[in-house]
């Protein structure tokens, strides 16, 4: 990938256009459900790529004009368009989506804001930042809306010339250049359309999709590989090495300014960066240093010299060189020199850490986006899968993974914005936020927000433990109490585990334009109750995440959240409880875990290991959980971590089915089996809420059927294969129509009234009260009469209701 051109095609084909020609204004339809509009009083309308779109030539959709003279319509399959060919007005353009979409307002003006039924627009898109932010903040556009339209508004994004450099738009105010999504509640197929005209997301390198350790702290190199060590040896596995701006020389002389710019390696604390960076690969880590490139390469910089040959400039000063993104000649010495030099003693990537706002020496470019950009495709050199790191510049930013979102304060509102803040961003296409999990500055100690805080980022695109420089904040498991620092261990390892589930779905996203988190309207975009749930979440195709992010509750010590289970049938695949679907419930958890459901059918592959490695290795033995109840299917995809874009590498396949009318499960063979792989793989099936089948067979092709032995618990029913070839398909058979087990609620409530800080004969009543035989419904009001606190008395509802609506 070179980083002075890269593949668009910005022209919309001249079918696809109404206008344009002898006209102030110019229609392209890029798709059924996706219109461009330009207005220009001088009658030139930008052909050039934007930061939004830069493939506009697409296949052109089935459309209608109807002019009248005065009056343009453009219809589609999806949206109906009227136009009075004057200056855009909200009288005078508008648009609606066919179909009945809503009860009410599905109909777009021009220059006003889609808005549900409520009267305002409840979904958005992401932010540039959380710097800062304590809990909630604005948020940008999106791409669907609940009334069926949205919009994004181009009119200000710096463009792309043919040879790869950039332009800002041309002077004027009176240009606008817009995009009309008008997709119904067909969010998905929005989605798919904003990928298809801005880009789709780059395949992200495995490695990313593991634990990073993050850390403002002046380590010396010794002090680093030891804590990388520490990790190890608390079994806690780490994939990405962050190493914050003390790497470089930060007091410098007040002359030249302070000290956050920097590329000289401070060699008190790292006296030898090529050995340091040696020792944190042999450790299966890449490594990323941070940079904050505003105050350009000062007379002090070990690259001084070689900066100023290469840019032609006179040290004779001792001037600065200034940093200028919109300078050419600059930019390619900031890569080809400053950043290659560090790169070649083991940089695998950069953390770009801008924060000077919007504005550089050319009007109309952003900074921002120029990093972004060109930091991304620098970064595919020598063959690599480019990866950078940092903030959110608008609109087309998912091209340019992964995100930053910025200094994140240490409270509960933070923790409890951050889930929606990831689902809403996909909303614009931006897949791959990596947030500083745990917070970085303010707040206090606290070891349930952190733990919560820990589990939160198993389930998010990115886990990126990060703290400031402060000796009290530290996110080390270690550094905190006994049963916050298990939980947040065995939350770590399960992000390692979780890699093969992960990975691919970091395929899906590439291939398949499916973000890796999505919110629940998106597959149920007619449910109240899927816009109402914010913080719940799909995390892949597989599972739905409802994550606490609330202080326990003093008496009961369990968190909770309010839950919206879709309809069907759900299993926790931490704890095996089954919930019937369709409704809101309470669900109530210790430290241990926060609330995760499959749907029958469901296959979550995951790394068997116990204590998972290092890095972003393919495991050598798989585990899988299966819930039974429905018909499910699976591809597991692995490669050898070659090949820059996804389209260049060579996945191998593992395809897993499970058929539920006759109890089997069919897994492999792989194919192509990777380079250098181990000829056979360990498998563990793992059934949630099964109970133990009168009889397992194993079938491995081109051999017999022989016997299984099981183990099995109150989660389910274990099966464990040793040595199954990769090249050879084999097949378990469970049994005809196996069923999940209602949950034995008397075994779920036991601890919790065992634990619930309340008298002991209140604990006897509740207990005589949840283990009488009568009906549900009896046992439920017998609980009501007691005058329990609404917090216990819903955490033993929860269970009694499981499988009982």
């Not at 855009?88 to 979409?101: C, P, Q, T, Y």
């Not at 904040?473 to 261990?489: C, V």
């Amino acid at each position: 990938m070179d980083r002075k051109s890269f593949s668009i095609s910005p022209i919309a084909n001249s079918a696809a256009v109404v206008g344009g020609q002898g006209c102030h204004y110019r229609f392209s339809v890029l798709a059924d459900g996706l219109l461009r509009y330009e207005w220009a009083a001088d009658g030139i309308f930008e052909d050039r790529a934007s930061t939004f779109a830069i493939r506009r030539e697409q296949p052109v959709p089935n459309f209608r004009v109807i002019d009248r003279g005065h009056e343009l319509e453009i219809i589609t399959d999806r949206v109906h368009l009227v136009y009075d060919k004057k200056r855009f007005s909200a009288s005078g353009l508008s648009a609606h989506v066919r179909g009945n979409i809503t009860e009410w307002q599905s109909k777009w003006r021009y220059g006003t804001e889609p808005i549900d039924l409520e009267g305002r627009n409840s979904l958005y898109g992401t932010a540039r930042t959380l710097d800062l932010a304590d809990g909630r903040i604005p948020l940008g556009p999106a791409v669907i809306s609940r009334c069926g339209l949205a919009v994004i508004d181009d009119s200000d994004t710096m463009l792309f010339e043919s040879d790869g450099w950039v332009a800002p738009r041309p002077s004027g105010e009176d240009r606008v250049d817009g995009y009309l999504f008008a997709y119904g509640h067909d969010y998905r197929a929005a989605i798919r359309a904003l990928y298809a005209i801005s880009g789709n997301q780059p395949l992200l390198p495995r490695w990313a999709l593991g634990n990073w350790w993050s850390r403002y702290y002046p380590y010396t190199a010794d002090e680093y590989l030891a804590l990388m060590d520490r990790f190890r040896a608390e079994r806690v596995p780490l994939s990405v090495a962050v190493i914050d701006m003390d790497w470089h020389i930060v007091d410098v002389d007040p002359v030249h300014g302070s000290g956050w710019t920097g590329y000289s390696w401070n060699l008190q604390l790292i006296p030898d960066p090529d050995a340091f960076l040696t020792g944190l690969h042999d450790r299966d880590l890449k490594t990323t240093l941070n940079v904050h490139p505003a105050d350009g390469i000062r007379s002090f910089e070990d690259c001084y010299h070689e900066i100023a040959q290469a840019l032609g400039r006179d040290v004779s000063s001792g001037d600065p060189i200034a940093f200028d993104v919109t300078d050419r000649e600059f930019l390619n010495v900031y890569f080809d020199v400053l950043h290659r030099r560090l790169e070649k003693q083991g940089v695998d990537f950069w953390w770009v850490d801008w924060q000077q706002g919007q504005y550089s020496r050319t009007s109309g470019i952003d900074p921002l986006w120029m990093l972004n950009h060109f930091h991304f495709l620098d970064n595919a050199h020598d063959g690599r899968r480019p990866l950078t790191f940092s903030r959110f510049a608008g609109p087309g930013s998912h091209r340019y993974p992964v995100g930053f979102s910025g200094d994140t304060v240490v409270t509960w509102a933070s923790l409890d914005f951050q889930p929606e803040f990831t689902a809403t961003a996909s909303n614009i296409g931006y897949g791959w936020w990596s947030h500083d999990i745990g917070g970085h500055i303010f707040g206090g100690k606290d070891d349930e927000l952190a733990t919560r805080w820990v589990q939160l980022g198993v389930f998010s695109p990115i886990l990126r433990l990060h703290s400031s420089n402060n000796p009290f904040n530290t996110k080390e498991p270690w550094a905190f109490g006994s049963e916050a620092r298990e939980n947040m261990i065995e939350a770590l390892q399960l992000r390692h585990r979780l890699m093969p589930y992960i990975y691919t779905m970091n395929v899906r996203a590439a291939r398949e334009d499916e973000p890796l988190v999505q919110p629940m309207y998106w597959d149920h975009p007619k449910r109240d109750e899927a816009y109402s749930n914010r913080n719940e979440f799909r995390f892949g195709s597989e599972l739905i995440v409802a994550p606490i992010t609330t202080p326990r509750d003093p008496r009961t010590r369990l968190g909770r959240v309010l839950a919206w289970l879709p309809p069907g049938r759900h299993v926790d695949v931490f704890t095996g409880t089954v919930y019937d679907g369709d409704r809101h419930l309470w669900l109530h958890r210790s430290l241990k875990a926060v609330p995760v459901l499959a749907a029958e059918g469901a296959i979550v592959p995951l790394d068997a290991a116990a204590e998972p490695r290092n890095g972003g290795h393919n495991p050598t033995a798989i585990e899988v959980i299966i819930v039974v109840g429905a018909d499910g299917t699976f591809e597991l995809l692995e490669d050898d971590g070659t090949g820059a874009v996804v389209d260049n590498v060579q996945f191998s396949r593992t395809p897993i089915a499970f058929d539920q009318q006759t109890g089997t499960i069919r897994i492999g063979p792989m194919s192509p089996v990777i380079p250098q792989a181990p000829t056979t793989r360990e498998w563990i099936l793992r059934f949630p809420a099964l109970s133990k089948p009168k009889a397992v067979r194993l079938e491995i092709e081109g051999g017999e059927l022989t016997p299984v032995t099981t183990d099995t618990d109150s989660y389910g029913t274990v099966v464990r294969l040793d040595s199954i070839p990769l090249d050879k398909e084999f097949t378990v058979d469970i049994g005809r129509h196996p069923k999940l087990v209602p949950t034995d609620a008397a075994a779920r409530i036991y601890p919790i009234v065992d634990d619930a800080q309340i008298s002991f004969d209140q604990k006897l009543s509740i207990w005589n009260a949840v283990t009488s035989d009568t009906p549900i419904t009896t046992r439920i009001g017998q609980l009501r009469a007691l005058g329990l606190d609404s917090v216990l008395f819903d955490a033993v509802l929860e269970y009694l209701v499981a499988t009982h609506v």
